[in-house]
């Protein structure tokens, strides 16, 4: 599938592993013959493992416009214009009064033209091209989009989750955008492989300007937090879980969020989010650290991050067993105390590498933690794309990190005298691909 390289360890000698059947037999062999081996299997096994890929905020194509695709989507991703801009004095509003086009030009020009591609979002749209069988070394925009401009939607959507081979996409749904809501409230002919997931920041970040919206859906809800708003809320959750169909609900926080107190935010949490949760059986996912509009001027680039306080987090698995949490944090300082957390409470789940950790090595780094304490009950990655075409790079570049990161506790466990099966690599990539998630989800 997408190329990657495999021979990282090439000439290195080491002792024999028990129970080798190295050719030779001597007490030394060259490791790359093995590790090349394995990681053959282990990336082929990957390759062929369909992912359940369980944050998007890709669209099934029944929302029509909101479902984006093709070359300008993927040069304005927010990840590049926020890189774009480090090469331009250019006025901020001077970009976002400009066409989509131009908007890719500069991005292009920009990145691309100008300076070499080196960061993961550049290297993605390569990748993605590449994958497509088309030939960037040019640098002829004007080509790259007569190709996609040639594509019917649909057709490129099979044609990009086939080459990604990705079996379900989970949407992030609000029932507070409004460009959302009148999809849900006409007819859909929902595509089965895209599941919803109920996102809920505006109620839990922006109390009382939620609750005035609820209040306008009839929900009889009042600006004090008292037990008929959160009853109100809760029947606000409960219908809007059915009719999308969704399989979580989800919010992202800011690194100050504190649990127990007396915000709006814990309040609410309490009072309605996880008695929905409890009623409907459903997980509380949680993405933790962000820190929304650091620099306004870029409007959906210019979020940042910071250290979240994990206590938060730990008071809430150990109050409340009869939850599930899902949870992924933003800042690569919470990694460990993320995964120490999921070993003591099993009602916790960590899943993927968010946005600024979705890189090669801070997911190496993630992975390798999280394998070498929780083996394979969490969930690898999720891909967190926007334009449907990300789904390839996403999932190419992800595989191979985990491909990398397996291989080397097979190789541990081989010098332990423990050998691996390909059945056994395909149940764990399985696992580590959507399986543990439908489990700690009992979906
Ligand atoms: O990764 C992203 O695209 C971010 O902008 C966020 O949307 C983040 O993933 C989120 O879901 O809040
Ligand atoms: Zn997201």
């Not at 979020?303 to 979240?308: C, H, K, L, V």
Request: charged fraction near 25%; glycine fraction near 8%; hydrophobic fraction near 35%.
């Amino acid at each position: 599938m997408v190329p990657g390289s495999h021979a990282e360890t090439a000439g290195i000698r080491v002792p024999d592993f028990p129970g080798s059947s190295s050719p030779g037999g001597g007490r030394y062999r060259l490791r790359v013959h093995y590790d090349s081996e394995l990681r053959n299997r282990v990336d082929r096994i990957l390759d062929a493992t369909p992912v359940e890929d369980i944050h998007t905020h890709l669209y099934d194509p029944s929302f029509r416009s909101l479902m984006l695709w093709g070359l300008d989507e993927q040069l304005v991703y927010h990840y590049l214009v926020s890189e774009a801009f480090r090469h331009s004095d250019q006025p901020y509003d001077r970009f976002w009064s400009a066409s989509r086009a131009e908007q890719a030009e500069f991005v292009w020009n920009g990145l691309f033209v100008e300076h070499s591609p080196l960061s993961e979002a550049c290297r993605g749209v390569l990748t993605t091209l590449h994958a497509l069988g088309l030939d960037p070394r040019q640098r002829d925009l004007r080509s790259l989009r007569q190709w996609f401009a040639n594509q019917d939607p649909g057709q490129f959507t099979d044609r990009v989750l086939g080459i990604a081979n990705v079996a379900t996409v989970g949407m992030t749904n609000s029932p507070f955008d409004p460009a959302e809501r009148p999809y849900w409230e006409g007819a859909l002919a929902r595509d089965p492989r895209f599941f919803a997931a109920l996102r809920i920041d505006p109620l839990l970040m922006s109390w009382p300007e939620a609750g005035l919206q609820i209040s306008n859906d009839g929900y009889g809800v009042r600006l004090d937090l008292d037990s008929g708003t959160l009853d109100g809320v809760r029947r606000f959750l409960g219908d809007w879980t059915r009719r999308i169909g969704s399989r979580y609900c989800m919010v992202s926080l800011p690194p100050g969020f504190q649990w127990p107190g007396n915000t709006p935010t814990a309040q609410l949490i309490t009072g309605a989010v996880l008695p929905h949760c409890r009623d409907t059986g459903q997980p509380f996912a949680m993405m933790m650290g962000v820190k929304r509009a650091v620099n306004p001027s870029l409007r959906l680039a210019g979020d940042g991050m910071g250290r979240s306080d994990l206590t938060a987090l730990e008071n809430l698995c150990a109050a409340h067993p009869e939850n599930r949490f899902l949870v992924t944090c933003l800042s690569r300082e919470c990694q460990h105390e993320l995964v120490v957390l999921a070993r003591k409470f099993r009602n916790l789940h960590p899943f993927g590498c968010w946005w600024f950790t979705n890189t090669d090595q801070l997911i190496s780094e993630i992975t390798t933690l999280r394998l070498e304490l929780l083996g394979t009950s969490f969930t690898a990655q999720h891909s967190d794309s926007r334009v449907v075409d990300q789904l390839i790079y996403k999932w190419g570049h992800s595989r191979r990190v985990l491909g990398r990161c397996l291989t080397a506790r097979y190789e541990a466990l081989r010098s332990s005298g423990w050998v691996v099966s390909d059945d056994e690599i395909r149940r764990d990539a399985e696992e580590l691909l959507g399986g543990a998630f439908r489990g700690f989800c009992r979906s």
